[in-house]
């Protein structure tokens, strides 16, 4: 058993590697509000980030994750048992397997929780067979991680294992408390520490002779002799730490090629910049010392099995969960009404991918409309179509669909169902979108120099197999110089054949694209795409026409009354 064999995210690790996209992508699409919706704690919310934000574009791996939400979506049954499962397998569910350091000497604290790891091990294994055992599956991943843990449930070392770590869970348990004593400097620093017991029992808050005892000899009082006679009372301290802020944090930069981007990720992180863990290590050293009997006894239990691949079945528990909180938030939104598809990734042939997508609309509607007065659009990229630019009246839906689009490559390529009628794609190497910079990154360069290195830093990322999202780039400047950046960057995008939404304000660009942009001798073309208005009113649809540029003006200035005619009137 390894861990390519288990994954049901990241499958054939020996040929994929997978591209992280700018954390600029996952803000300007709205994903980051739109996983916190779907995850049930924070700390889930990097497992869901770190999936949809890392991408291939092999279409044979976007339809195995595609046809394994499709199997979780269709079994609740699963769904409730693996949610069952996390709550009894805490050691996975925390921290994945405890990261040693190579020649350690595995003391009282790393063989317990080795034991614990192996315990939860077992836990998962059987939940997994269970909840997998009596359903039909069609995906080729959720089949062959049954027949896995089927076969590791059969092998006659399972039985043994099992029966060994109960027994030795039942013996460990008796260690409920230390008594330790810590040696401080002038500075009251710690310098050293002892272990002076190891108690089968935990400390209590004392009771009232030990509080006589106390009010007598109180807790601001220094005891003369170090050497402890057992009088004093047991005061708890305050808790220095409330919890484990921040989980983890998403350390992968753009473009960092991986083959499992989720190797090694844990649900929380370990302090270790506190002094915990050097304190934790001394007070292990000193209780193995006095549990010597224990601790042999869990080292010859656990060396029978140092090849059980406790790793493969934990890195499991933030794939299923991926899953399974997608299929709960979609399949609520689709008893609401809302109208999600199966996507359908298809090899790209023929060197020029494209995308077929109908009945499409933007997830961040979803909240603030109701199912049945959402406007959907249908768009096509093929071999002639590979850049739109999208023009129309302000608050029309450029953005929201210009957003819409890339909110469909990373949901599809992600496995989950998008928001539409049918979406048949070729898979993308990276999304990349150049939305309006923020102000304060605009101070050195001004937003028209900050627009243009980020949109040559982009163009340098992308491929023919990109899919680029442009929202009023180069509109921080004098329509002229505007202009004129924006043909030059068009062209370039179609010497690259990249799939390609220019939203603009620049009517002339889409006006001049055949003038301008357009090259007889290419296939690809630029397309210009409208918001369309009826009767002054905005419609939130896009079809393929001319811009509606003045004849649009002309209807506004009709309707408030600031023609010419009507002013002077």
Not at 236 to 254: F, N
Request: net charge negative; glycine share 6%.
């Amino acid at each position: 058993m390894n861990r390519e064999s288990l994954s049901i995210l990241f499958p054939w690790q020996d040929r994929i590697q997978y591209q992280v996209i700018p954390e600029e992508t996952w803000h300007d699409l709205g994903l980051d509000t739109l996983v916190e919706k779907v995850a049930r704690q924070p700390q889930e919310v990097q497992v869901l980030k770190r999936v949809m934000t890392s991408l291939t574009d092999d279409a044979e791996v976007a339809a195995y994750r595609a046809d394994v939400f499709e199997d979780i979506l269709a079994h609740p049954q699963i769904r409730d048992q693996l949610m069952k499962l996390l709550e009894h397998v805490k050691m996975f569910y925390d921290y994945g397997v405890v990261n040693r350091h190579a020649g350690d000497e595995a003391g009282l604290w790393d063989l317990m929780h080795r034991l614990e790891e192996y315990h939860d091990y077992i836990l998962t294994v059987e939940a997994i067979r269970e909840c997998l055992s009596d359903v039909s599956l069609r995906s080729e991943g959720l089949n062959h991680l049954r027949q896995v843990m089927d076969a590791v449930y059969q092998d006659h070392g399972f039985a043994a294992l099992k029966q060994d770590v109960e027994e030795m869970r039942v013996s460990a348990s008796a260690v409920k408390s230390l008594t330790i004593g810590v040696n401080v400097n002038d500075r009251f620093d710690a310098v050293s520490m002892g272990l002076i017991s190891v108690n089968a029992k935990p400390f209590t808050r004392s009771g009232l002779l030990k509080h006589f005892v106390s009010a007598v000899s109180p807790r601001d009082s220094i005891q003369q002799e170090a050497d402890w006679n057992g009088s004093l009372s047991y005061q708890p301290a305050d808790a220095l730490i409330d919890g484990m802020a921040g989980g983890m944090e998403h350390l992968m930069h753009t473009g960092m090629m991986m083959r499992n981007p989720l190797l090694g990720i844990t649900m929380a992180s370990i302090p270790r910049e506190d002094g915990s863990a050097g304190m934790t290590r001394q007070m292990d050293s000193a209780a193995s010392l006095l549990v010597s009997r224990l601790v042999r006894r869990l080292k010859d239990t656990l060396a029978r099995y140092l090849n059980v691949s406790v790793r493969d079945v934990s890195d499991l528990i933030p794939e299923l969960l991926f899953y399974v909180r997608w299929a709960e938030y979609l399949e609520r939104l689709q008893g609401e009404g809302w109208r999600f598809c199966k996507p359908e990734a298809v090899k790209d042939e023929s060197g020029v991918p494209g995308m077929e997508a109908k009945g499409f609309y933007n997830l961040k509607l979803i909240g603030a409309e109701k199912p049945d007065s959402v406007v959907p659009n249908d768009l096509t990229f093929d071999a002639e179509k590979r850049v739109f630019v999208l023009t129309g009246a302000n608050r029309g839906g450029k953005t929201t669909v210009t957003q819409a689009v890339g909110q469909l490559f990373l949901m599809a390529q992600s496995g989950l169902r998008v928001p539409g009628e049918s979406f048949r794609y070729s898979p993308a190497d990276q999304v990349l979108c150049h939305f309006p910079a923020d102000e304060d990154k605009t101070m050195d360069l001004g937003r028209l120099g900050e627009e243009c290195r980020r949109f040559r830093e982009l163009y340098a990322l992308s491929t023919r197999n990109s899919l680029l999202l442009l929202n009023e780039t180069f509109s921080t400047t004098s329509f002229e110089e505007g202009y004129f950046i924006a043909v030059d960057a068009v062209r370039a995008i179609l010497h690259r054949n990249t799939r390609t939404i220019y939203n603009t304000h620049m009517h002339k660009l889409a006006a001049d694209l055949d003038e301008v942009i357009n090259s007889p001798d290419t296939t690809g073309k630029a397309v210009s795409l409208v918001a369309e208005t009826k009767e002054g009113k905005h419609s939130f649809r896009v079809r393929i026409a001319p811009p509606e540029g003045k004849s649009f003006a002309r209807d506004i200035a009709e309707k408030y009354g600031v023609t010419y005619e009507m002013l002077t009137e």
